[in-house]
C-alpha cells in the first residue's frame, strides 16, 4: 500500500443539513446544536421556522442567522429561514465579511470563505429559500421566482449551495431529455420521477442558471420505514411520498460533491432532513491544541491561592530581570503568574438540553421512529402512538428545564454545608437565571456600506477587510478633529491659589491606596493586567515597593529634575481663618475689586445715582471714598455686582515646573496607548455613525491618576 506525500493536503469534506422544521422554538434549536455536534456538520439551512423578524445571535457557540416576516401572518407563525452555522463555519463567516444577504422574505444567503485543495480561498455562496405552496397566489410564486433568480446572480463566481423546500416535485432525468443541454443535467437518474407543473417551471429556472439538483444524483436504497428511500414528505391525506427537499449547487461544482440525499436522522418534523457532502481538500482551520483552562481572577479571593499567584509573580520578576522597563516586567510577570496559578478547568456549566441527555435522547430516537412509521403507514394506531411519544419527549423537556434552574439556584445557595460560593460565581448564576434556559445572545456582524453618505447607494462592503478600511476612514475624522477656544475667556477664568506641595512625589501609602481604589471586573486592555492583579500584589511588601518605584520614577522624571525636593512643602497650607467675614478681611488686606458696570439700581433713586459714582473704583477704602455705604457692600456682593479678588490668585507665580520642559522625561509605552472597542448603537449599524467607540486604558496608569485625583480632591474639599 502506497504511503500518502505528508507535504500534501489530505482531502477533506463539509457536511451541510438542510430540513424544513414545521417551527423553531428551544427544544427544536438544542436538538439542532446537538445534532450538528454528533454527525460533524459544518452548516445547518432551515426552512419554516416560523420565526418573524431579523435576528442574528450564538448559542453554545454556534451561530444562528435568522430571517422571517416582519409580521406574524397568524398566532402560531409561518414561513421563515434559518442558517446555522457551526463554530469552524462561524470563523469561515466572519473571513468572508459576516455578510447575511436577504432576497424577499423567503430567502436567506451569506458567504463562507474557505480552502482548496491547492491552498486557494474558495467562497461557498450558502442560501435557505422555503418556496410558496401550491395555495399561494400566482403573484406571490412569482415574487419568488424573481427573488430566486435575484439570489441566483447574486452569487456570481462562489460555489452555490442552495438547501430548499422547493414545494415542487421536479421529478428525474428522462429518456426524453437531450443530452448536452443544460436542462439535461438539472436531474439525475435517482429519484421520486414524479413531476408537476412547479416542478417543471423550476427545472426550467435551474437550467436557465445551468444549475443541478444534487439530490438526484446518487443513488440511495430504503431503509428503516420508508417506501422509496427518497422521499421527504408524505401528503398527510393520502399519505403519497413526495421529494420536496432538495440541494442545488450549479453543475460545474457538481464534482465536488460527493453524496447527497435524504438521511434517517434529524429533528422532528414532517419532512426529512437532507444532507450534502462537499470536498474542500484542506483543513479550513488547522487544529489547535485547546488551552488547560481559562484565567479566573475571582480565585485571588482565596488567600492560598493569592500568596502562590504572588510567590509566582516574584519568581517571573527575578527571571525576566532587565528584559525592559520595570512596569514591563511586572505585568509580563502577573500574566504569567495567573497562567500558572489562576486556572479554572474551562468547562462551562451544561445546558439543560445536554445535561439531560441522556434521558432525552431515547425518547426523541422513539418519537422520531413514530414519526417516520405514521408517514409511511398512515393508520390510527400508528397516529397515537406518535401523540403518546410526542408527549413523552414534552414532558422530559419540561423536566429537563425545571431540573436545569434547580441545579442554578443550588449554585447561589449549596444545600448542606456545602463550601458558600464566591461572589462572581453567585453572580454568574443570576444572570444566567435571567437569561433562562434557552440562553442565546445576540451576534452583530461589523458589515458596513461603502459609501456611508445620506445618499441611496447602498452597496454593502465585499469583505471584512473592506468594512475595517471604511471604519477606519470614519475614525479618523472623528479622532482628527480639532476643537476650538477662546483664549480670551479661558484668561478670565479665575485661578486657584498655587500648590507647590503637589509637587511632591507620591509616598508608598498614597500609591497603595490609589491602587486600592481601582475597580474590579475592568479590562486589563493589552497588558492583560486587570485592577485584581494589581490590588492583590499589597500582601508582599517588595511587590508594593516595585508598583512605587514604577510611579515615582515617571514622576520624578522631566521638568521635576529643575526642583529642589528640600524646598517643596510636604502638605498644603493652612486654611483661611473662615471666622473673620470676608469683606472685612478683603478690605483690611486691601484686596483688588471689580464692579459691574451696568448699573443695577432703579434709575433716578438715589442708590443708582451713588453706585454711579463708586462702581468705577478697585478697592473697598477708595468705594467709601466716592460714596459707598456699609449696607451697599453686601448687598452688591451677594448679588454677583461686587468681584472680590484675593492677590495670592491674581499674582503672576510661575509654578516650580509648569514652564520647565519635560522634554527627555520617562514615559510608558503600555501607558501611552489606549486600545479602541467598537460597540453597538441603535439604528442602521451598518452606518459608522451607529457605532460608539470607547478606549480601554491600561489599568496601570490610573494608580497615578488616582494619586493626582486624591490630591487635588483634598484641595477642593478645603
Known sequence: MRSRDPTQPSKQYVSILSQNLRGFNGAKEAEVILQMRQQKIFAALLQETWQHGERTRANEGYLFIEHGLKEKECHRGSQGVAIVLSPAA????????????????????????????????????????????????SSEREAYADDLQRCFQACGRDILVMGTDANASIGVRSQHDISGTPEYRVCGQHGIAWENAAGQRLRTLLGAHELSAATTFFRRTARGRHATPYDTWHHNRTGNPYQLDHFFVKQKDMKRVRDAGPVN????????????????????????????????RALLRVVETAVKWRDAVSRHVAALGGSGSKLAVLEAAMVLAAKEELLD????????FIAAQGKLMPLITKRNEATRAQSS???????????????????????????????????????????????????????????????????????????????????????????????????????????????????????????????????EYEVLAATAKL???????????????????HGDSDLNALVHQIVVAMWESGSYG??????????????????????KLAERQEWKIEW???????????????????????????????????????????????????????????????????????????????????????????????????????????????????????????
Not at 445557595?413 to 445576540?442: E, F, H, Y
Request: aromatic share 6%.
Open 377 to 507: 403507514t398512515r393508520t390510527t394506531e400508528g397516529k397515537m402512538k406518535l401523540q403518546r411519544a410526542r408527549k413523552e419527549v414534552k414532558r422530559a423537556v419540561d423536566d429537563a428545564r425545571a431540573a436545569w434552574v434547580r441545579r442554578t439556584i443550588d449554585i447561589i445557595q449549596p444545600p448542606g454545608d456545602a463550601r458558600p460560593p464566591t461572589p462572581k460565581v453567585v453572580w454568574d448564576a443570576i444572570r444566567l437565571l435571567q437569561r433562562g434556559p434557552d440562553a442565546s445572545r445576540p451576534v452583530v456582524p461589523m458589515m458596513f456600506y461603502r459609501d456611508q453618505g445620506d445618499n441611496s447607494n447602498k452597496e454593502a462592503c465585499a469583505t471584512q477587510k473592506e468594512s475595517g478600511e471604511v471604519m477606519v476612514e470614519s475614525l479618523k475624522q472623528t479622532f482628527s478633529q480639532t476643537g476650538t477656544f477662546d483664549a480670551a475667556a479661558i484668561a478670565k477664568v479665575r485661578q486657584r491659589e498655587q500648590q507647590p506641595w503637589m509637587d511632591k512625589a507620591p509616598t
Open 562 to 583: 529643575k526642583l529642589d525636593p528640600a524646598n517643596i512643602p510636604d502638605k498644603p497650607p493652612e486654611p483661611l481663618d473662615v471666622r473673620e467675614p470676608v469683606l
Open 265 to 296: 436522522w434529524g429533528v422532528d418534523s414532517d419532512h426529512r432532513a437532507i444532507l450534502l457532502r462537499m470536498e474542500i481538500a484542506s483543513c479550513t482551520h488547522p487544529r489547535t491544541t485547546r488551552p488547560a483552562g481559562r484565567v479566573d
Open 90 to 137: 462561524r470563523k469561515s463567516w466572519e473571513l468572508a465579511g459576516s455578510q447575511v444577504l436577504k432576497f424577499g422574505a423567503r430567502i436567506l444567503a451569506t458567504r463562507l470563505k474557505i480552502v482548496d485543495t491547492m491552498k486557494r480561498p474558495l467562497i461557498i455562496f450558502l442560501v435557505s429559500a422555503y418556496a410558496p405552496d401550491s395555495g399561494r397566489s
Open 596 to 718: 459691574q458696570q451696568a448699573n443695577p439700581k432703579r434709575p433716578g433713586s438715589a442708590t443708582w445715582a451713588r453706585y454711579e459714582t463708586y462702581k468705577h473704583t478697585t478697592t473697598i477704602e477708595a468705594a467709601r471714598a466716592c460714596g459707598c455705604t456699609t449696607g451697599d457692600l453686601p448687598w452688591a456682593w451677594q448679588r454677583g455686582d461686587l468681584l472680590l479678588l484675593d492677590p495670592a490668585l491674581e499674582a503672576d507665580g510661575t509654578p516650580m515646573a509648569a514652564r520647565a520642559s519635560d522634554d527627555g522625561g520617562l514615559t510608558y509605552a503600555e501607558w501611552s496607548a489606549a486600545r479602541l472597542v467598537l460597540l453597538p448603537k441603535k439604528g442602521d449599524l451598518m452606518l459608522t455613525k451607529n457605532w460608539r467607540g470607547i478606549c480601554l486604558l491600561d489599568i496601570g496608569s490610573k494608580i497615578l491618576s488616582n494619586v493626582m485625583v486624591k490630591r487635588m480632591q483634598a484641595l477642593m474639599d478645603r
Open 519 to 537: 475597580s474590579n471586573g475592568k479590562s486589563g486592555a493589552d497588558a492583560e493586567c486587570p485592577a485584581e492583579y494589581w490590588k492583590a500584589l
Open 345 to 352: 478547568d474551562g468547562r462551562r456549566r451544561p445546558g439543560w
